[in-house]
């Protein structure tokens, strides 16, 4: 049964620590994105991947490291320099215009 | 720079009646767009896309017209239902930036039995 699966479902982490979340699909996508969830601005592209060892920066990238090692994988650092980093952030692949998504994950400084 | 943009934050409509969701885009190289239901809490599940060579595409009792002159498209859901009540966004991609959305920032819908 092919998907994206993303973990944890929350996750909390404490001011000034880097936390990584997880991404993996196995639909045999190339192409992956990581979205941000915020109350009333929909979603917001961070940063996205065409291939494996090649990514591009999003519209909101500071902040954020990725990297693309496999074709399954695609994590995503919030770093100590993201100011906001509370958040619902969301994975996705695609292929000719078919767009899955994970079902997202709950990020919380506290 | 929003360019897409869903000007209704939210909408209330009667059970059986139909719910019309707006979307506008001022990126004139988009040429593929979508809608997405979500709850919260979990991830986009998508209903209906329609090409920029079309003007309207139906499944079901949904809808989507796209008004290209006026970079408007809209979603009608006919007869509105409780169990759409969600969040409902508008996306739309070119075919030269790998396939990335772009998204509205989202219309509440809430149907009322």
């Known amino acids: 049964d092919g998907g994206i699966t993303q973990s944890p479902k929350y996750l909390f982490r404490k001011e000034g620590q880097n936390v990584t979340l997880s991404c993996e699909q196995n639909l045999n996508h190339d192409a992956m994105y990581w979205y941000r969830q915020d109350p009333g601005q929909g979603l917001r592209l961070i940063y996205y991947?065409?291939?494996?060892?090649?990514?591009q920066k999003g519209d909101i990238a500071e902040g954020y490291s990725v990297s693309r090692e496999k074709k399954e994988s695609f994590p995503l650092t919030v770093t100590s320099a993201q100011k906001n980093p509370t958040a619902f952030y969301l994975c996705?692949?695609?292929?000719?215009?078919?767009?899955?998504f994970g079902s997202g994950t709950r990020l919380t400084v506290v | 720079d929003q360019q897409v943009k869903q000007n209704s934050p939210s909408l209330s409509v009667q059970e059986g009646r139909i719910s019309i969701l707006n979307c506008d885009y001022t990126n004139s190289m988009f040429d593929y767009f979508l809608w997405y239901k979500k709850y919260p809490a979990e991830g986009p599940t998508f209903l209906i896309s329609?090409?920029?060579?079309?003007d309207k595409n139906e499944d079901g009792r949904f809808t989507v017209f796209l008004n290209k002159s006026a970079k408007h498209l809209s979603l009608h859901i006919v007869p509105s239902q409780p169990g759409d009540s969600a969040v409902y966004f508008c996306a739309a991609t070119d075919g030269t930036s790998y396939g990335k959305l772009t998204f509205g920032q989202g219309t509440i819908l809430t149907v009322h039995p």
């Open positions: 329609i090409s920029s060579i079309k």
């Open positions: 996705a692949s695609s292929h000719n215009y078919g767009y899955t």
């Open positions: 991947s065409q291939i494996v060892n090649d990514f």
